[in-house]
């Protein structure tokens, strides 16, 4: 009693005389052995001035779970683990629901739950809440390994939130990576790609390169010149342009990983809305492009591609797509081969 402090009265029923009456709450230093480990901490607690010597304080449940909330984080900080509210922050940084971190990070759902409120983490759990306190990377690679953890559209949403987070670590790296985890699995070059790698590089200036001389460049019609380019290219010296990998689309050839691709930070995509008001993404020239990216060859192909389709519209490269036996020869969502891609008619 003389080591606890008064922290204010209240006028409630009091649970040891049982009449409405003022309690004092107050607060002490208590010792209390968790893990083995004795640790010592704030504990709060009412105190009744009517009430024998012996029995005069009292906790709500609500006070007994803070006070054991504060011993757990008493240990954890002799123990140099992040305290509860430490993993609040890290979840609320990702702006993510404990199921949902519980998840990312493949424990089961109720883990993170009860590490906020009951129980002490392991370390192994502590050191993967350390990875992803302020690394939206790690968060992200986290979110690829249990994917499969996420029911539906659920992973797509985390994942939009992790992304937000990334401000202040490189879009850029991370737009590229998000494209380039969309070609894990084209690690080789082959008639799918043209039998060249994925390179960014020389997408960003192909498109930028494109914007530069089509006025009005949509993303429609950017898949259709980016695939004529490749395959032109592929027809004249049997190898493609961007290592892009493309599939059989009602609207023609669309690249695998091409809402990634639009995101490339390098590329100047601006949402604008038509005259029904669709969104549609306008394409324009990239300010400070490098170009000596693309070989003289490249861009002569580029040129070609350009000098034939920049004054068609969306739906008329559409239409010219269609006749192609890239297009005649594949089913819906197939892979165009390259070796079809190289039969498309002269220009
Ligand atoms: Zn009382």
Redesign the pocket.
Known sequence: METSTLIKKVHMN????D?M?E?EERTRLATIALKGDKVTYEERFYF????DDDENEFETGLMTNENLLNARNAYRIKHGLLTSNEIVDIRESYGLSQVDLARLLGWGEATISRYESKAIQDEAYDTMLRLIKDNPLQALEFLKKNADKFPGLKRVEVKSKIVEKLDSYGKEYLTRQALEGEYASFEEPCDSNGFVLLDIDKLEAAISYIAENVSNLFKVKLMKMLWYADALSYKKCGLAITGLVYRHNEMGALPIGHYSLMNLEKLDVREEISLNYDTMLHVYPSEGMNYDVLSNKEKAVLDSVIKKFKNYKAQEIVNYMHEEKAYTGTNPGEIIPFSLAKEIRDF
């Open positions: 009091c649970p040891l005389c009449k009456h309690v009744c001035a009517n009430a």
